[in-house]
């Protein structure tokens, strides 16, 4: 596809289930990130991957969260025991540079927003 | 204290006005400085790149950088209605970019 693909675009989640949310990258791009966005705030890092290696996971909230990218494309963000707190859009970003070729613009797509009751 | 810090909102100009948006960073060796443009609902989009001190313009829209201040600033000349919409300072350090709260622009018609 022509753009960054995220599905589902909308969950519902009840507390304590298991959600896996996942992400098409521009294809070619080497780099991939996972951004959390709360409602009135601006994204937050959660983490890098150039190709499939996960270089940067710094930002996930906790030990429920959990992302791959095993073939460096595709990239799954599996979230466990989902917890109010965890209600959110998750965005997803690539950029087809990798370290200096980079310079940080990046392409998102339309998220996935969780929602866990 | 964030990295990334925006001038509170929400902001509100009348259509053909000038939008001035603020922002401050933390990490003096930050490398380049965007503006992503987001509505609501919607993922953010980038509408200007800065890489060095000075003014950058493109169209109505006008970013400055000042790394000695840690400064960046977007402005938004001729307000449309169309304008309406967050407008989030991002930072790039490495291979990382790291993102204001956002201010939120309404333009008045």
């Known amino acids: 596809g022509a753009g960054v693909s995220q599905s589902p675009r909308y969950k519902v989640a009840k507390r304590g289930q298991d959600v896996a949310l996942r992400c098409d990258p521009i294809?070619?791009?080497?780099?991939l990130f996972w951004y959390q966005q709360a409602l009135g705030q601006g994204p937050e890092f959660l983490t890098y991957?150039?190709?499939?290696?996960?270089?940067?996971k710094s930002g996930l909230p906790s030990d429920r969260f959990f992302a791959e990218r095993p073939e460096g494309s595709v990239s799954t963000l599996k979230i466990q025991r989902t917890q109010q707190e965890d209600s959110a859009v998750y965005l997803c970003?690539?950029?087809?540079?990798?370290?200096?070729?980079?310079?940080?613009?990046?392409?998102f797509g339309e998220g996935s927003r969780l929602t866990v009751l | 204290q964030k990295e990334v810090e925006q001038n509170s909102g929400p902001l509100s100009v009348p259509e053909g006005a000038i939008a001035s948006l603020n922002c401050t960073y933390s990490?003096?060796?930050?490398?380049?400085f965007f503006w992503y443009r987001q509505y609501s609902g919607k993922s953010p989009e980038l509408i200007m790149s800065?890489?060095?001190?000075g003014d950058k313009e493109d169209g109505r829209f006008t970013a400055q950088l000042n790394k000695a201040s840690q400064y960046v600033s977007l402005l938004i000349r001729d307000s449309q209605p169309s304008d309406s919409a967050t407008y989030l300072c991002?930072?790039?350090?490495?291979?990382?970019?790291?993102f204001g709260a956002g201010t939120t622009v309404t333009v008045r018609a």
């Open positions: 294809s070619g791009h080497v780099s």
């Open positions: 970003a690539s950029n087809e540079g990798s370290g200096r070729a980079y310079t940080g613009e990046l392409f």
């Open positions: 991957f150039q190709n499939e290696a996960q270089l940067d």
């Open positions: 800065i890489y060095s001190n």
């Open positions: 990490d003096r060796g930050s490398q380049s």
């Open positions: 991002a930072v790039f350090n490495d291979y990382k970019l790291s």
